[in-house]
């Protein structure tokens, strides 16, 4: 319900550490649960790691991804749940937002970007 309307306004990419095994049975139980939905579709484009064949937090799969779209890293900003990752993007230059635990992507970033 989240992703919609910031994808209107906003290039949303996701950037995920998984494997071929994970991703599909992910992709299948999404679509199941969603009447045939892509879990995709949330974004411009979904970018996994066994297929960029760089993982998160390394500052070279950050820079890919960036490098695939022409982002700037000060434009750019990082969500994660895992303060490792954050502290990888941030040392490729991005704008990160560390997820803790128990937070609602709908609760705190609304809040985080009426403060931009």
């Known amino acids: 319900e989240v992703l919609p309307p910031l994808k209107s306004q906003y290039n949303i990419y996701l950037l995920s550490n998984t494997n071929q095994i994970h991703y599909e049975a992910f ?11 892509s879990f995709n579709q949330h974004f411009h484009t979904a970018y996994y790691s066994h297929l960029l064949r760089l993982r998160k937090p390394g500052v070279e799969c950050y820079e890919k991804v960036m490098g695939l779209h022409d982002m700037q890293p000060h434009e750019t900003l990082f969500i994660d749940d895992t303060l490792k990752n954050i502290e990888g993007a941030a040392l490729a230059g991005i704008q990160t937002f560390h997820l803790a635990n128990g937070s609602l992507l709908e609760n705190v970033l609304p809040e ?3 403060k931009k």
């Open 27 to 37: 992709i299948e139980q999404y679509a199941t649960q969603f009447g045939g939905a």
């Open 112 to 114: 985080y970007l009426a």
